[in-house]
């Protein structure tokens, strides 16, 4: 047995045998000459004996994609979520009402979504590269149309563009994920994203203070403008086409003691096909090139149509309500609800503060993210017990905790907000959400790539187009619908409750999911989705 995958060095190509059984019980056992992971698990998906594998790239080189594709979901989710604490200042600038500028937020936020409709397939079918830089682009162009408007119509549009063209990121990195890291890496890796993402909150902090500062909110755009152009340059030289055709190079990937391993031995040696000829790596300038590798058989179109069958699928559904009511509360809610009630009596904070409710993300987030890599090294643990047969539901254990405790800070909020509570308490309650939102956005997303890996794609479109949806319908008219009915009852007993309901549905898949999983490959959708199956072999 080799050393850990981790460990491999310049010019050793990885190799492996696992494979999987039905979608999300994969077979680690490791063979004699296989690489490994964690607790000696053998590597999932299987590389290809080509050092042009995204699977066999450096681990520098894969860090950095990482690191790129993460940082333009901060910079993406910041451009969304950011300019709350303007949400007065341009109803005061527009002449509009509090509850129609914070449109220009919610309607953006369902743009960047829905956006995914097209870059996904567009991905898919002209590569991972050329649609990251066209998205940079268009975002950039939106940014920068954004800081020169002056009505409100102008600012919608370019808000719309903006989060339209950017909506990419929330897909790319976990297809980068799922295309360049094994399978005992995917929950560290998401949860680094699932980080970048969330701290996007936190930009209504800096946004607050160049209030403070003096400067209008035309400042936030030129800024957010800057980075995405650094973010572009940095994009152009690192982020190399992650899209690969596989089948042509796999080495055989049969168990070991089976009747197809014999016929490995075979093509090992010579005897049953032609070796595969193995291609030297390409060269620096050749990763440059601006063309993507086009894929002819992605039917573009049925792609979309397809996308949306995942909406029937358990797993799916799961995420997209996750994403899509921890963004309404988390991202939405607060933001609307926590500049209007800072700023009034009893607290009567100045406006330029009224971004400081980041600090509770910050807070949050900061103490889950020790815990980024724990459902690997759970699910690891129950894989080594198991024999080396890996469920996708063994890395759910540790969503236990947050399942409760995400909840009970929204109750807190709310009451706090009911009753004219200390301040604090506002900071306490939203850090308990975030903390808890950081585990079931990480591992849900992780959990649900397990189970599906080889129709990652088309599942990822109906995830954002859903949980836009949802978080749209929370955030849409939360300030209308507290002033009716109160912060107690909408915050603490509506909101409160959804996000119970949902995060119970932990205990459903952690007891039923691979009951859930092996009945869904036996149905007519199985059958739908097997004509995008060779993203397992092909990408």
């Not at 042009?52 to 860090?63: A, I, M, R, V």
């Not at 449109?103 to 829905?114: D, H, M, T």
């Not at 029937?312 to 939405?332: C, D, E, H, M, R």
């Not at 604090?424 to 997303?445: E, R």
Request: charged residues 15%.
């Amino acid at each position: 047995m080799t050393s850990k995958a981790a460990a491999h060095g310049k010019g050793h190509l990885l190799h492996s045998h696992a494979h999987e059984e039905i979608p999300g019980t994969v077979d680690l056992r490791a063979a004699e000459g296989d690489d490994t992971g964690y607790g000696g698990q053998a590597l999932f998906p299987v590389p290809a004996e080509d050092p042009n594998d995204p699977l066999q790239w450096p681990e520098f080189k894969k860090t950095m994609i990482l690191i790129i594709c993460s940082f333009y979901s901060f910079i993406a989710n910041a451009a969304i979520i950011g300019p709350s604490p303007y949400i007065d200042l341009w109803a005061e600038e527009f002449g509009i009402s509090p509850a129609q500028s914070s449109e220009l937020i919610s309607y953006p936020n369902l743009a960047f979504g829905f956006g995914s409709l097209i870059f996904v397939p567009m991905y898919l079918k002209y590569g991972r590269r050329p649609v990251m830089l066209f998205s940079l682009l268009t975002f950039a162009a939106g940014l920068i149309g954004a800081s020169q408007c002056t009505t409100f119509e102008g600012l919608m549009a370019a808000r719309v563009l903006h989060c339209f063209g950017s909506c990419v990121c929330e897909a790319l990195p976990v297809q980068l994920v799922n295309d360049i890291f094994f399978l005992h890496e995917r929950g560290k890796r998401i949860g680094y994203y699932t980080v970048c993402l969330c701290l996007g909150t936190f930009a209504a902090l800096p946004a607050g203070y160049m209030l403070a500062g003096g400067y209008g909110w035309r400042l936030f755009f030129y800024v957010e403008f800057a980075f995405a152009m650094a973010l572009l340059i940095l994009a152009f030289f690192f982020v190399e086409e992650t899209s690969y055709d596989r089948k042509a190079f796999s080495a055989a990937s049969t168990p070991p003691n089976e009747p197809e391993k014999e016929g490995a031995h075979e093509v090992e040696k010579g005897v049953g096909q032609t070796e595969l000829a193995v291609p030297d790596r390409k060269s620096f300038v050749k990763t440059l090139s601006l063309r993507g590798r086009v894929d002819p058989d992605v039917p573009f179109f049925t792609t979309m149509i397809r996308s949306f069958t995942y909406f029937l699928v358990p797993q799916s559904v799961w995420v997209i309500t996750t994403f899509g009511i921890n963004i309404g509360l988390s991202a939405l809610a607060f933001s609307y609800t926590f500049p209007i009630l800072i700023v009034s009596p009893p607290y009567s904070w100045p406006v330029t503060n009224s971004g400081l409710f980041a600090l509770a993300a910050v807070v949050g987030y900061g103490l889950a993210i020790p815990f980024t890599s724990s459902s690997d090294r759970l699910a690891a643990f129950f894989t080594k017990r198991n024999g080396g047969i890996r469920e996708a539901e063994m890395r759910l254990g540790v969503m236990l905790p947050a399942m409760l405790i995400g909840p009970a800070g929204i109750v807190l909020y709310g009451f706090t907000a009911e009753r004219g509570l200390h301040w604090i308490c506002f900071f306490v309650g939203g850090a308990m959400n975030y903390w808890a939102a950081y585990f079931f956005f990480s591992f849900t997303l992780a959990y649900a790539v397990d189970s599906y890996y080889a129709n990652t794609s088309e599942m990822l479109i109906a995830m954002n187009i859903g949980k836009q949806a949802i978080s749209f319908g929370f955030g849409l008219k939360v300030l209308t619908w507290v002033m009716e009915s109160g912060y107690a009852v909408v915050m603490s007993g509506i909101f409160g409750g959804v996000l119970l309901a949902n995060n119970l549905a932990l205990i459903i898949f952690m007891i039923w999911g691979k009951r859930i999983r092996r009945f869904m490959s036996e149905t007519w959708l199985a059958r739908l989705h097997s004509r995008s199956i060779r993203e397992v072999t092909t990408h």
